[in-house]
């Protein structure tokens, strides 16, 4: 009644209605009635209902323990509790209430209901042991009325969010992270030629064969990225993160503070380069505050923004590169094209 108190909002109809406060009623007013009226005693009270009021606050716990810890990606522990509760509660109670009710007829010990209903949600149905009068075969049709009702809405329920994990790339281990050496890749959206040059460029050296590379994209993964990715050459060392590094949530997921090295870049096919600067530095930001020791390597479009980013390990801006190589180009004739030569990784035949 407190409960109901505390949560009123206007609408006691609404409180009222309510499967919990429902049970509440069926399971503690007897026993305030029995309290003042001694003959009614004797009377049975389906105490075994009190596992759903459990399983409410088992999630009530769970889902005020994650908060305070801000445990990451908690949606589908949070299913898998449910539906593994909403299964223990359906045979629970079909156990006990098979079991009071068919004390008139023939007594069915507690291990026997127990294996009745276990038989009877898994579809088998031997036959060995049946209720034998009719309020106890009424319960059996309820229950599995409820259970089909119930549990593939749980079902539907695990298998979405198992999927926008898939999508979303789920979590680098911890323990591959603490154990292998990666880089991750914070882009806004990417592209498969942004892709394939960082990817050539960064495996070229001896040295980086056996790093993983963890791609940040807030964007899903068109087909041709995809395709590349599925490559047996890329898809062992890359691994795909939907995700923003503007989020912690995200970035912990990506094991921001165990990795090697930072690279954020941008496409150089902004139309808005502006605001395409905007973003890598709030980025950069974001990945510093998270992870001040991770070596950040920043890209920017205009040479303006460079003192926002200052605080990043190497800042390289290509508009003031490209301007300093056609500078050259005029004091020496093909710089450029020596210095493009030296920086691009070319392999002869």
């Given at each position: 009644?407190?409960?109901i ?16 406060f429902?049970?509440?009623m069926?399971?503690?007013v007897p026993?305030i009635?029995t ?13 075994f209902?009190?596992c ?5 606050v088992l999630?009530?716990m ?8 801000q ?15 909403t299964?223990?509660?359906?045979v629970?109670?079909g156990?006990?209430g098979?079991q ?10 507690l ?8 038989v009877?949600?898994?579809t088998?149905?031997?036959?060995d042991?049946?209720p034998?009068i009719?309020p106890s ?17 749980q079902?539907e329920?695990l ?8 999508k979303?790339?789920?979590n680098?281990?911890?323990h591959?992270a ?6 991750v890749l914070?882009?806004s959206s990417l ?9 050539n460029?960064f495996?070229?050296?001896?040295r980086l ?9 807030p964007?899903e993964?068109?087909i041709?990225?995809r395709?590349?990715?599925?490559i047996?050459?890329?898809s062992?060392?890359?691994?795909y993160?939907?995700?923003s590094?503007l989020?912690d ?6 094991k921001?503070d165990?990795a090697e090295?930072?690279f954020i870049l941008?496409s150089?096919?902004e139309?808005?380069r502006?605001?395409a600067d ?14 001040p020791n991770?070596p950040?390597?920043?890209?920017i ?7 926002h980013v200052k ?5 390289v801006?290509?508009?003031?590169f490209?301007y300093?190589?056609?500078a ?5 004739p ?5 210095i493009?030569?030296l920086?691009?990784t070319s392999?002869?035949?």
């Amino acid at each position: 009644m407190l409960l109901i108190y505390l949560s009123y909002k206007g609408n006691i109809w609404e409180q009222i209605i309510r499967i919990s406060f429902i049970l509440e009623m069926i399971n503690t007013v007897p026993f305030i009635i029995t309290i003042f009226w001694p003959p009614l005693r004797n009377l049975f009270i389906p105490v075994f209902l009190n596992c759903w009021l459990a399983k409410c606050v088992l999630e009530n716990m769970i889902n005020d323990l994650h908060r305070a810890i801000q445990r990451t990606q908690s949606a589908m522990f949070n299913q898998v509790i449910i539906l593994i509760c909403t299964l223990l509660c359906l045979v629970f109670t079909g156990m006990c209430g098979i079991q009071h009710l068919e004390r008139a007829g023939e007594n069915l010990s507690l291990f026997k209901s127990f294996y009745f209903c276990i038989v009877t949600f898994s579809t088998v149905g031997y036959g060995d042991v049946t209720p034998k009068i009719w309020p106890s075969q009424l319960l059996v049709v309820i229950m599995i009325c409820v259970a089909l009702v119930v549990l593939p809405l749980q079902f539907e329920e695990l298998v979405y969010l198992w999927m926008e994990r898939q999508k979303s790339g789920g979590n680098y281990s911890r323990h591959r992270a603490q154990t292998e050496k990666h880089v991750v890749l914070c882009v806004s959206s990417l592209k498969i030629d942004l892709l394939m040059d960082f990817l050539n460029e960064f495996y070229a050296h001896p040295r980086l064969q056996d790093y993983y590379v963890v791609i940040l994209c807030p964007t899903e993964m068109d087909i041709q990225v995809r395709r590349v990715l599925q490559i047996p050459l890329w898809s062992q060392r890359v691994i795909y993160l939907q995700g923003s590094a503007l989020k912690d949530q995200d970035l912990m997921r990506a094991k921001m503070d165990d990795a090697e090295a930072c690279f954020i870049l941008s496409s150089r096919n902004e139309v808005d380069r502006t605001a395409a600067d905007h973003q890598t530095i709030l980025r950069a930001w974001a990945v510093k505050d998270f992870a001040p020791n991770c070596p950040l390597y920043v890209q920017i479009l205009k040479p303006e923004n460079k003192f926002h980013v200052k605080f990043a390990d190497h800042v390289v801006c290509e508009e003031e590169f490209k301007y300093a190589m056609l500078a050259l180009n005029c004091v020496c004739p093909a710089t450029s094209t020596l210095i493009t030569l030296l920086v691009h990784t070319s392999r002869g035949q």
